[in-house]
Antibody, heavy 124, light 113 residues
Framework: QVQLQESGPGLVKPSETLSLTCSVS??????????WSWIRQPPGKGLEWIGY???????NYNPSLKSRVIISVETSKNQFSLKLSSVTAADTAVYYC????????????????WGQGTLVTVSS | DIVMTQSPDSLAVSQGERATINCKSS????????????LAWYQQKPGHPPKLLIY???TRESGVPDRFSGSGSGTDFTLTISSLQAEDVAVYYC?????????FGPGTKVDMK
């Protein structure tokens, strides 16, 4: 059974870059069957999809964040990562990583499973 | 972007009674070539990640109690909890996976009356 676990700093200063890693166990990121996503949730608010990556390295980002986001995959470590630059207080959120099935290139299904999430606070 | 809306924002239901949550998409999420609605429902309890309940608008995920059911097509969808149990107190989200950016509804909070 695949499990995902987010890790990274819980506090980031304004204007700096948020960096998180999602470690995958019980499955491989090096699979053509899945997309690997980042999703965030500000405290007390709803869910926002940030973007996904395919094992090949191809990505798809939410246009609302595209200019500041980089998602990468490291197949040797069975991990994928998120970098969000020029953060502000509005980027304070619980960040989740999640997997979705890709039934065919360019298509993604629902998110399952999800990691437990990690709270990142942007503050000086 | 496909905008997802949900109603009501919150509801309180007595144990054993029915809870109904509505979700509307700003454009159809029905893919004509396979006649599938690209819509999922999730349950989120405090301090936990969302849990998949329903996909393809009406297919229950393995292990999800059969008191949860999904219905609807095109732009209008419903999640029904037929007999609310204490453990169903949570926030429920719909999500479209028809097109990127994938988007979620704002959530509906279900409480026990």
């Amino acid at each position: 059974q695949v499990q995902l676990q987010e890790s990274g700093p819980g506090l980031v200063k304004p204007s700096e870059t948020l960096s998180l890693t999602c470690s995958v166990s019980g499955g491989s990121v090096n699979s053509g069957t899945y997309y690997w996503s980042w999703i965030r949730q500000p405290p007390g608010k709803g869910l926002e999809w940030i973007g996904y990556i395919y094992y090949s390295g191809s990505t798809n980002y939410n246009p609302s964040l595209k200019s500041r986001v980089i998602i990468s995959v490291e197949t040797s470590k069975n991990q994928f990562s998120l970098k969000l630059s020029s953060v502000t207080a509005a980027d304070t959120a619980v960040y989740y990583c999640a997997r979705s099935v890709s039934p065919r290139p360019g298509w993604s299904n629902w998110f399952d499973p999800w990691g437990q999430g990690t709270l990142v606070t942007v503050s000086s | 972007d496909i905008v997802m809306t949900q109603s009501p924002d919150s509801l309180a239901v007595s144990q054993g009674e029915r809870a109904t949550i509505n979700c509307k998409s700003s454009q159809s999420v029905l893919y004509s070539s396979n006649n599938k609605n690209y819509l999922a429902w999730y349950q989120q309890k405090p301090g936990h990640p969302p849990k998949l309940l329903i996909y393809w608008a009406s297919t229950r995920e393995s292990g999800v109690p059969d008191r949860f059911s999904g219905s609807g097509s095109g732009t209008d969808f419903t999640l029904t909890i037929s007999s609310l149990q204490a453990e169903d107190v949570a926030v429920y989200y719909c999500q479209q996976y028809y097109s990127t950016p994938f988007t979620f509804g704002p959530g509906t909070k279900v409480d026990m009356k």
